[in-house]
């Protein structure tokens, strides 16, 4: 083959592989012309974009185990027993206060939240309703497939992962699967929160990205997007004081409550709000935007 047929090949190949890069996200290029289109596009706002995904670099933090599901095909990693260090101490009248050890047991999570694609199976077997179709507008896209699903109450959420043949993770499963053992204050560790890391507030973006994406984010087991991206539903009650009298081992919650616990921050949160520990809570049967979920085992 002489080199002119060779450089007309790699083209051949290098163009087939851009379509199919463009193909494959096309929500990128769907937000950029949404913003074009409002006069809000800047060369800023498509770097942080590109950001999400981990060109020339990886993760060190890597999963001690995977596996996958057959009933909806998530990855989930698997997080070891032992302690860790819940809460934090910044703040006494913080309903993160006091920092305190529990022990679990070891359980699978969740590497990614649930996508629209995932939820659709759901919904195509009669076990879970459309998410609020007339208020979502990535639900039943296929361009947003790899969303994470939203406008899912608490009690949808839960009747997801049942299907799926798990459970919602319980707030503190959930603190452990971002957190690890070492305390630390975002799911990659301690260093400040940037765009090639979460989608929060400082990306620009302001609306959730595919769940596969950030994977410099990850945390010391290897899920995605436990900071930014979507808050995320567990499975306690909220109640604002149970760090001082919550139990050792496998804690779950207070018994009853008005509001569910959800974790995580959201692509609207500022740095401080997607971090390993911070709490939200909402009454279990609203559904909203900026709230999702994952499932554990």
């Known amino acids: 083959m002489t080199k002119r047929k060779l450089l007309l090949w790699i083209l051949i190949i290098l163009f087939f592989a851009a379509v199919t890069i463009s193909i494959q ?8 012309w ?3 289109q409002a006069g809000k596009f800047s060369p800023l706002l498509l770097r942080y974009e590109l950001a999400a995904f981990n060109i020339g670099k990886a993760s060190i933090n890597i999963p001690v185990d995977v596996k996958n599901s057959n009933v909806d095909g998530m990855a989930q990693v698997y997080v ?3 302690e860790f260090t819940m809460g934090n101490n910044r703040d006494p009248k913080s309903k993160e206060y006091p920092e305190h050890l529990v022990y679990l047991d ?7 939240e649930v996508t629209n ?5 759901c919904v195509k077997s009669g076990d879970c309703l459309p998410p609020v179709p007339r208020l ?4 039943g896209r296929w361009a947003y497939r790899n969303l994470p699903v939203v406008y899912v109450n608490w009690y949808g959420a839960e009747l997801y992962c049942a299907w799926a ?14 957190r690890g053992t070492d305390a630390r204050y975002y799911t990659w560790g301690n260093s400040a929160a940037n765009p090639r890391l979460a989608n929060f507030s400082k990306t620009l973006i302001f609306e959730p990205l595919p769940a596969t994406r950030y994977a410099l984010g990850a945390s010391p087991y290897g899920a995605l997007n436990m900071g ?13 004081k149970y760090y001082l009298n919550s139990p050792y081992k496998n804690p779950i919650g207070a018994e009853t409550g008005t509001e569910r616990s959800l974790r995580g921050g959201a692509y609207d949160a500022n740095q401080d709000d997607i971090t390993t520990f911070r709490r939200y809570k909402h009454e279990p049967d609203s559904a909203g935007l900026s709230r999702g979920f994952r499932c554990a085992e």
């Open 165 to 178: 043949g798990r459970r919602l993770p319980t707030e503190a499963e959930w603190e452990k699967a971002a």
């Open 80 to 82: 070891p027993a032992g």
């Open 228 to 240: 930014g991206n979507v808050r995320e539903w567990v499975s306690d009650w909220f109640f604002n």
């Open 34 to 36: 949404r913003t074009a």
């Open 106 to 112: 070891a359980f699978w999570m969740d590497k990614t």
């Open 25 to 32: 996200n096309l929500d990128i290029a769907l937000r950029t």
């Open 117 to 121: 694609a995932m939820y659709e199976k």
């Open 136 to 139: 979502n507008p990535y639900y």
